[in-house]
C-alpha cells in the first residue's frame, strides 16, 4: 500500500505546488513514510477527491471522461460505504417533502419525470467490475449487463417513486436507452419493485445521435406540448434535468462514476 | 467539548435511526465518552454534514435559512480550511480551460457575467462574526460590512476574471445589490482589484421584491436582446445562473454559509 500511496501523494504534491502554499517543510522526504505522514496522505487525498467530488455534483468539471486515477479508490468507498446511500436517502426525502408540499390539479396533467440508469437502477454490480468509473465506458460490455435486466433498484429512489403516484402524479421514465431496450428494460424495472408508470420514452432511430441534453429537451418540450406540467424530475446527470423546458424542481442524484453530456 | 459532542451525537442518532441500519450495539452509552467514540461522533457529524453540502451544492436543498445547527462547526472548518480555497480554485481553473477552448468572434458581443458577493468579493470577515451561516442573516447588519467596502477578492476568481478579460470577453457584474449601493459596490471592487468591467448592474426600484433568478433572467434577457452572447457566468448562488437566457456554461462557485431563492 505504500507505493501507490506514495505515488499519489507525488502527484498531489505537483498539483499542490502549482497552486502555491504547501507546507513546503516536509521535503525533502524520507523514502519509507511513517504512520502520521501516511495519514497526511491520506487526508490529502480525500481532500482532493473530495473536491473533485464536488465539481461533478455542482457540474463545474464537464466533460470528463474517466474519475481521475487518483480518486479511484476514493470513488469506492465512496459508493460502497454509507455516504452514498445518505446522499440518495437526502435528495429522495427532499424531493418527497417538495412533492407534499404541491396542490395537483387533479386533472392528470401533473408529472414527475425519472431518469432510470443510477437514478430507478443501479448499475453499482457492473461498475464494480470496471473500476468504478476508472474504466473508460465499454458500451458493448454494458449492454450485455442491461440484457441481463438485473439491475437493482435504489431503494430511495423506489421510496420516492411510490410516494409521487401515491400522491397523484403521473409517472414518465425518460431514458437514453435505446427503443431497443424497451422490453429488457421493462422487464428490469418490474423485477426492481417499478411498476405502473405512464409512459417510458427511449430514444427512437431519429433521436440516435443527439446529445442527452437536446434528446431529453426534445422530449420535455412534447410533453409541454401535449399539456403536462413537468413538476419534479430526478436524474444522476445534469443532462436529465437542464435545457428547454425543465422541471419547476429538479434532483440531482449522486453519480461520481460517469458523465453524459 | 463533550457536552456538544454528546448532544450532536444524540442528534444524528435520532436521524440515523429514522433511516435504519445505525450501529445499534453502543446503546446503551456511558456519560463520559472515550477518545474512539468521540471519533466515531466526528466521522458521524461530517458524513452528514458532507453530505448536507453535496444537498446545497447540487440545488437539492431548497430554501434553506441557515446551516444546521449540528454542522456549524463543519461549515467553519470548511471556509477556514484548504477545502473551500481548493474549491474555489477547481471551479476557477475550470472555467478558465473552458474559456480558453472558445473561439470569440471579436465583435464585442462575447460576454462574461459575473456575480460580486461570494464570487467576486468574500464576505467571510462578516460571517466569521455571524457564526459562519449559523445565525439568521441580518440585512441591517450585513448593509453595514458592505457599506465599508473592505470585503477582500476571491483570489481565483480574480485571476479569472483577468484571464478571460485578456482573452477578449466584455465583462458584465450582475448583482443583487441595490442601485443605492453603486458606488460603494465599485469603490469596494476597485480595491480588491477588479477593473475595467463593461456593466455594473444592480437592482432599480423596479427590480425589488423580484426573486434572484427572476431579476437576474430578465436582466440576461436583456442582454441578449441587445445582441450578447453570453459565453460564461460565474456565480456562488443557482439563482445567478438558472432561469431563462441561461449561459452556454454556468460555474458554481461554493457557498455553504446561506441561500438566495
Known amino acids: 500500500m505504500i507505493l501507490p500511496r506514495l505515488f499519489l501523494f507525488v502527484s498531489f504534491f505537483s498539483l499542490a505546488l502549482c497552486n502555491e ?13 511513517e504512520t502520521t505522514q501516511l495519514r497526511e496522505v491520506d487526508h490529502e487525498v480525500k481532500l482532493q477527491c473530495t473536491s473533485w467530488r464536488f465539481g461533478v455534483e455542482a457540474n463545474n468539471l464537464n466533460p470528463w471522461k474517466t474519475v481521475p486515477l487518483e480518486c479511484g479508490e476514493y ?47 443501479s448499475h453499482l454490480p457492473y461498475y464494480a467490475d470496471h473500476g468504478y468509473g476508472l474504466d473508460i465506458f465499454d458500451p458493448m460490455e454494458f449492454n450485455k449487463w442491461v440484457d441481463k435486466a438485473i439491475a437493482p433498484a435504489l431503494e430511495p429512489s423506489l421510496k420516492l417513486y411510490k410516494e409521487v403516484m401515491g400522491l397523484g402524479f403521473k409517472v414518465f421514465l425518460l431514458t437514453g436507452r435505446s427503443e431497443r431496450q424497451r422490453s429488457v428494460t421493462e422487464e428490469n424495472l418490474i423485477n426492481a419493485g417499478f ?6 420514452i427511449l430514444r427512437g432511430s431519429e433521436d440516435h445521435g443527439k446529445l442527452a441534453t437536446i434528446f431529453k429537451s426534445d422530449k420535455r418540450s412534447e410533453m409541454v406540448k401535449e399539456g403536462y406540467r413537468i413538476l419534479g424530475n430526478s436524474g444522476d446527470q445534469w443532462s436529465d434535468l437542464l435545457g428547454s423546458f425543465m422541471s419547476n424542481r429538479s434532483f440531482k442524484l449522486p453519480n461520481p462514476m460517469y458523465y453524459i453530456p
Open 75 to 121: 470513488v469506492k468507498d465512496y459508493m460502497l460505504g454509507r455516504a452514498y446511500r445518505l446522499d440518495l436517502e437526502r435528495v429522495s426525502n427532499e424531493a418527497g417533502v417538495y412533492a407534499k408540499s404541491l396542490k395537483l390539479s387533479g386533472d392528470g396533467k401533473d408529472i414527475w419525470v425519472f431518469d432510470i440508469d443510477e437514478t430507478l437502477l
Open 195 to 200: 411498476q405502473n408508470w405512464d409512459k417510458l
Open 21 to 33: 502554499q504547501f507546507n513546503s517543510h516536509i521535503l525533502p522526504r524520507p523514502l519509507i513514510l
